[in-house]
């Protein structure tokens, strides 16, 4: 019969409908003898018959409770008899009692299940098996007591695995036996091995060996109750033999043993998935163990490691270029395919990490040369050798070439990453003299610039881009590094990476990110040859920012001809532009200056429509170039400050009110006025002597005046305020002289009239107060 169902899937089916119809079938058979003898009773004892028990569910709770409890006392029962009361005994009686709970104890579930109590057999059939494991003790302690315990252990559990197989398969609806059975079954050969003391390989030979028992047993028999712990013992002993080969292949690089034992596992784990549909796992498994025993071929000799690394990652690379040869002849499964290049892809992909992780520290070891510059030193940082290039491209083509196992965009740019890696670190590794070096490096950087901007659109193409434009921004910074240590070398290969990064920058058929990054270089370089050239000619610090700020200025004049990667070079120009004033940071005046001509840049700039904004920022460094200066001339008076900021921003408001009459005061004037009120205002509090108040005061004057002849709100409020408080300031030293010459009693006596008088013309005064705040809401 043809079903949609696969054959395990239609087994475990029927196997649960015959468990229902075994339930119903003990209830009908209970229910029957009860209507039989109901039947044969008189009449009045039928009145007084108890009904039979409910129908039992499919899975009972209750009941598999106790007989799982009465199977667990039996069991201890006969335990505690073994231990305590065996002696007692004679070899007779012995005998005797053990041979007869027994018999029993595995004869007593024959009638339990022609009478469909299932579960009560289970549990009297898990009785009689720990009476066997019981005999088996019995025996070894009373007549085989010389011989080793773990060889008698070996055996007793290869015979006992053998007779509860046997037991299960007679009785057929047992589960109980099968399972023990096959748990037992994953003793023999391990304790065999350590019975004999072997090594890792040796335990490793004799787990995998019960690892393919169970796999051949979970293929071979159909009943769920065996083929379910067969492929789980399968998995952990197998995974535990090839754990210990690989352990022994650590242990002693170069021996044959270890890689024997996982080329093994590597042919059970493929032909576990070539019987198997769903066990594509194994595969996977396979194919690490087949890689793995490539690897441990490799002696132990100086540099190995690396070695067996690359032999590693050659073997992923030749396994999938095998299988794909294999899947266009046909003959490869489904499953067995996909587990196998996913072995080779992540073998490749963990050789690929390791190398990426050792270039990154060779690298970054250059970083030395900053101890400092230009004095030719050439380090030499040694490191894995030319081991490490071969893992890289070797890895690269292995990330590449499977299909199907990564995303291709995925596949390119980590492709591309590996070897760009392994082509731009091997000069690095090799040693050659540093001008060779510095041309290698510069070629691997150039071309992975060009696979950047040359890059198709398509996804694949993208990620190949990114990767490339990536690789070729990290080779740019460290060979740029590298060459800090000669002056030759440093404008040699600065000039070469800006004009490369003005060339991508001007391709019009890259991608928009490339070109932009590209623009960013292109302005970086100019940047750093400056300062590189302000340095050989002898400048300070503060002077060579100075000289940079001649960048940021060629890019504010060629801006209208950049086009599209205008904005990334801007914004590279406002980098070289804080750069400028980091350099000046540590002189004042210089400071200043910087300040200033990054100020008139960026007028400049705010010149054309579309950087209007820019105006704000040419106004704060403005001010802040006053702010260095006057600091700098050690003026010391906050006016000096505020005042400038003041002027710039209520002519701001000014022209703002002109333009939208509607704008209200405090936006246009107040952050003006507030500027230098405010902490005038705070100075004066601190300033003993009398021509700031004057001066603030006469200023607030006008300033309220102004604000309630235009009858605007912001100069009326802060102005007044501001008068109100200097005037304060100015009396408060005479009403202290005051107060301190009249009675302690008249303070009080003047609030308490002051509050009589407020309360009498308590409504005038909040109608006052109402006319005030309406008068103040029409001022704009």
């Not at 009045?44 to 899975?59: G, H, I, T």
């Not at 299960?168 to 059975?181: D, E, I, M, S, Y």
């Not at 370089?525 to 940021?552: R, S």
């Not at 009326?716 to 200097?726: E, F, K, P, R, S």
Request: glycine fraction near 12%.
């Amino acid at each position: 019969m043809n079903t949609p169902l696969s054959p395990a899937h239609e087994l475990a089916l029927i196997d649960a409908e015959l468990i229902q119809l075994d339930a119903r079938r003990g209830y009908l058979l209970a229910r029957r003898d009860w209507l039989l003898r109901l039947l044969a009773q008189p009449a009045a004892q039928v009145q007084r018959q108890p009904q039979p028990a409910e129908a039992p569910s499919s899975k009972p709770g209750a009941q598999n409770v106790l007989l799982t409890l009465g199977a667990v006392l039996l069991a201890v029962a006969a335990l505690a008899f073994t231990l305590v009361s065996w002696g007692s005994l004679g070899i007779g009686g012995r005998s005797a009692v053990l041979a007869l709970l027994t018999a029993a104890a595995l004869a007593a579930p024959v009638p339990l299940l022609r009478r469909g109590l299932r579960s009560t057999a289970e549990s009297v059939a898990g009785v009689g098996l720990l009476l066997t494991v019981l005999d088996a003790y019995a025996l070894h302690a009373v007549v085989l007591s010389g011989t080793d315990a773990v060889a008698y252990a070996a055996g007793a559990a290869a015979v006992l695995s053998g007779l509860w197989a046997g037991y299960g398969a007679a009785l057929g609806r047992l589960r109980l036996p099968l399972l023990a059975a096959v748990g037992a079954a994953q003793l023999p050969l391990p304790l065999a091995a350590a019975a004999t003391g072997a090594d890792l390989a040796g335990a490793g030979w004799a787990l995998l060996a019960t690892a393919a028992v169970d796999a051949a047993l979970a293929v071979a028999v159909a009943r769920r109750t065996v083929r379910v712990p067969a492929w789980v013992c399968a998995g952990v002993l197998g995974g535990a033999g090839l754990a210990a080969g690989l352990a022994q292949s650590l242990v002693d690089p170069g021996a044959a043993g270890p890689a024997l034992l996982l080329a093994a596992g590597g042919l059970l784990g493929v032909a576990v998935a070539w019987r198997e549909p769903r066990a594509s796992a194994a595969a996977l498994v396979g194919g690490l163990a087949a890689v793995s025993a490539a690897g441990a071929l490799v002696p132990a000799e100086a540099g190995s490691v690396w070695w067996a690394v690359a032999v590693r990652v050659a073997a992923a690379l030749a396994l999938s270029a095998a299988v794909a040869v294999a899947v266009r002849a046909g003959a490869v499964p489904e499953p067995v395919r996909r587990g196998l290049l996913r072995a080779g892809v992540g073998v490749a992909a963990l050789g690929a990490v390791a190398g990426l992780a050792a270039v990154a520290v060779v690298l970054v070891s250059r970083a030395v040369v900053l101890r400092e510059v230009w004095a030719a030193t050439t380090p030499h940082p040694g490191g894995p050798g030319p081991a490490l290039v071969v893992v890289l491209l070797l890895a690269a083509g292995a990330l590449w070439w499977p299909a199907g196992v990564l995303p291709r965009p995925v596949a390119g740019a980590a492709a591309v990453v590996c070897a760009w890696a392994g082509l731009f670190v091997a000069p690095v590794l090799l040693g050659p003299a540093p001008a060779a070096v510095f041309a290698a490096q510069l070629g691997v950087t150039a071309a992975a610039g060009v696979v950047a901007l040359r890059a198709p659109a398509r996804a694949v193409g993208r990620g190949v881009a990114v990767a490339a434009a990536g690789c070729a921004a990290a080779g740019a910074l460290n060979v740029s590094l590298a060459a800090l240590d000669g002056r030759v070398a440093t404008f040699a290969v600065l000039g070469l990476l800006g004009a490369g990064c003005a060339l991508g920058a001007a391709h019009r058929a890259a991608a928009a990110p490339v070109r932009a990054g590209c623009a960013v270089g292109a302005v970086g370089y100019a940047a750093v040859t400056v300062v590189a050239l302000g340095a050989l000619a002898g400048l300070a610090a503060p002077w060579c920012g100075v000289a940079v700020l001649a960048v940021p200025a060629g890019v504010v004049a060629l801006a209208p001809r950049l086009g599209r990667v205008r904005v990334a070079a801007e914004a590279a120009a406002a980098g070289a532009g804080v750069l400028a004033v980091v350099l000046a940071a540590g002189d004042a005046p210089v400071l200043a200056l910087v300040l200033a001509l990054d100020g008139v840049l960026c007028a400049g700039a705010a010149l054309r429509r579309e950087r209007r904004a820019l105006g704000w920022a040419a106004g704060a460094l403005f001010v802040a170039a006053t702010w260095v200066r006057l600091g700098a001339s050690g003026v010391a008076a906050a006016e000096a400050y505020t005042l400038p900021v003041s002027v710039l921003a209520l002519a701001v408001g000014l022209l703002r009110r002109r333009r939208e009459p509607v704008v209200s005061s405090w936006a246009a004037y107040g952050p003006g006025l507030g500027a230098s009120l405010l902490p005038s205002l705070v100075a004066v509090w601190s300033d003993p002597y009398w021509p700031r108040p004057l001066l603030l005061g006469g200023a607030a004057l006008v300033v309220t005046l102004a604000g309630a002849h235009r009858r605007l709100q912001a100069p009326l409020l802060l102005g007044g305020a501001t008068l109100a408080a200097v005037a304060v300031h100015e009396l408060a030293p005479y009403v202290v002289q005051v107060v301190g010459v009249l009675p302690r009693w008249l303070p009080p006596a003047l609030a308490g009239l002051l509050l009589l008088v407020v309360g009498a013309t308590y409504e005038k005064r909040l109608r006052d107060a109402r006319r005030l705040r309406e008068a103040l809401g029409r001022l704009r």
